[in-house]
């Protein structure tokens, strides 16, 4: 038994908890910042699990990547100067909007 502060003993171990690291804090910020840019309400941020957060961030990468690569075929394109498929991307591009 251990001897809580309130002068009683108390049954239950008191379970340690690590003081978060400025490192850890950090971290914990610029994620919170990432989804807050990405359009999270900040409010709703705050009572997200980090389960909830992985996921977020895991979506939020995917779309990332794919629009590098895609961002990457247009550069390519682009550097070939082959007008003809220029014009035709851009009107493929164009009719999406």
């Not at 941020?45 to 990332?64: K, N, S």
């Amino acid at each position: 038994m251990q001897e809580g502060q309130s002068g009683r003993f108390s049954h239950r171990p008191q379970q340690d908890y690590p003081a978060a690291t400025v490192a850890d804090f950090r971290t914990a910020v610029l994620t919170l910042e990432a989804l807050i840019a990405m359009g999270h309400a900040s409010g709703d941020v705050w009572d997200y699990t980090p389960r909830r957060i992985a996921g977020f961030l895991r979506v939020a990468q995917a779309r990332m990547s794919q629009e590098k690569a895609d961002s990457l075929a247009l550069k390519a394109l682009a550097a070939r100067g082959d007008p003809k498929e220029i014009k035709r991307q851009h009107r493929d591009l164009s009719k999406s909007l």
